[in-house]
């Protein structure tokens, strides 16, 4: 696949990985990056990044995974959306799985005789809308900023198509104010952010100033393990150099101004809201909620909220987790009473959620010590089996 | 929700939408955010059913290969 293949060239990724071993050298001291996105959480760990890169480069994963910074009172909220009579609840299918108050997910709910859907497109919404017109359709509105043009596109459809029976619960979030949120985060010790390529496809190079200015490395990486090598070899060059700037390794996906016809219709449909969420709290104009021309379109305007209070899971780290100040292992419920199949909290249930890629590619590690997992994950790990 | 790959246009629709290839699956996007950018044989990266970006071929090409020669050369 061209734009893929290139990009896993091991030869190169040696190459990017033995000059890494050498900056990080250079530097001495223990350089901490975090990755703010899903994606490149779910890469690191899918080609085994970790355990190759030196031991004094620690790499945490923020909170990118749009269903993991999701409050639990959104997905009661959707629940209960999900749950009206007569409504066709579609969702994509990362929120399926994700448990709201005393576990319950829209796979319970669906399972119990609810009209729950998943759809891989947002434009679905309307194909549903127009072959169910005697039916309400609510649609799930959820992610960054790469998702969210898509259902604003869709509110833009439903209005020149005047279709009535189609609303949308929005718990849409914007990157840049939880950004913000971590380089002020005094807990949160970080020489530098990979940003997401993919949030940078839309919003450009320009919400990062801010990490640059608070005296951090910003580097705007893609997905592909030459991708992830190459960003953390600009960051660490940044470091070692003393300099802090945004960088863009990520220039196949990403034009320096964004997606200005992607930002024209969000900006259009949509507006800033002070947001929650899930283990940074609520971050000011950090949502996106209808414009009044779109308010009739608010699911939650035209079904309410359920009435019960929203409950966290018992001993659950995600909050922690989505702020870099845990990882998974060091979670008590992690590998045991919280896994993909049976998921306490949500950053087990995307496979961008950082429990869920430990899960899978660093569990068997875990258990079995290789030569370079992190010692002191291992012996954490081993004190909550 | 936040993958996207790089897909190439095989057919345009007249209704704005578009069939791109990824490893040879084929797929139906949208062409919104794009507009008469795109055509026939480029690369654009989709999400949600959406085309955000249209993959600059020669500044990927040009990238690559000056990544390939620092590293070949150990600059570093």
């Known amino acids: ?385 | 929700m936040c993958i996207g790959f790089p897909g190439k246009i095989v057919t345009l629709g007249s209704d704005g939408s578009a069939v791109v290839e990824i490893g040879g699956v084929q797929r139906t996007i949208r062409l919104d955010f794009l507009g008469e950018d795109a055509s026939v044989g480029d690369y654009v990266i989709s999400h949600a059913g959406y085309a955000i970006h249209r993959v600059d071929e020669q500044l990927a090409e040009e990238r690559l290969a000056t990544l390939n020669e620092l590293m070949s050369h150990e600059t570093y």
Request: aromatic content about 4%; hydrophobic content about 40%.
């Open chain 1, 1 to 385: 696949m061209k734009h893929i293949d290139e990009y896993r060239d091991p030869e190169l990724a040696r190459r990017l990985l033995s000059a890494i071993h050498g900056r990080a050298g250079s530097i001495g001291r223990t350089v901490t990056l975090m990755e703010v996105c899903g994606s490149h959480t779910h890469a690191i760990s899918r080609f085994g990044l970790r355990e190759v890169l030196p031991e004094n480069l620690r790499l945490l994963s923020g909170p990118g995974c749009p269903v993991c910074v999701t409050s639990t009172r959104d997905v009661d909220i959707a629940l209960h959306l999900a749950g009206i009579n007569g409504v066709v609840f579609a969702t994509y299918g990362d929120m399926m799985k994700v448990p709201g108050t005393g576990g319950r997910t829209l796979q319970k709910l669906r399972a119990a005789g609810a009209d729950v859907r998943v759809i891989a497109t947002a434009r679905d919404g309307i194909d549903l809308a127009e072959a169910h017109r005697n039916r309400q359709i609510v649609l799930m509105g959820i992610g960054f900023e790469t998702t969210a043009p898509a259902m604003a596109a869709v509110a833009a459809a439903c209005r020149e198509k005047a279709i009535g029976n189609l609303s949308i619960f929005s718990v849409h979030k914007v990157v840049p104010p939880a950004l913000q949120a971590l380089i002020d985060d005094a807990e949160l010790a970080v020489d530098g952010f990979l940003c997401p390529g993919h949030v940078s496809s839309i919003i450009g190079t320009a919400p990062y100033r801010p990490i640059a200015e608070a005296g951090k490395a910003a580097v705007i990486a893609g997905f592909e393990p030459v991708d992830v090598l190459a960003g953390i070899l600009m960051a660490l060059d940044q470091i070692a150099a003393g300099r802090a700037e945004v960088a863009l390794q990520y220039a196949r996906g990403v034009n320096p101004e964004g997606n200005p016809r992607a930002l024209k219709l969000l900006g259009s449909v949509f507006r800033p809201i002070d947001a929650d969420w899930r283990g940074l709290g609520t971050l000011a104009a950090s949502g996106l909620v209808f414009r009044p021309e779109y308010a009739s379109l608010d699911a939650v305007a035209r079904f309410g909220e359920p009435q019960e209070t929203s409950r966290e899971p018992k001993g659950c780290g995600c909050g922690e987790i989505l702020r870099g100040v845990k990882t998974p292992p060091q979670c008590p419920l992690f590998g045991n009473r919280c896994t993909p199949a049976l998921p306490v909290g949500p950053c087990m249930v995307s496979s961008e959620g950082t429990c869920a890629a430990w899960y899978r590619y660093h569990r068997s590690g875990l258990e079995a010590g290789p030569a370079r997992m992190n010692a002191e994950s291992k012996k954490l790990r081993r004190n909550s089996l």
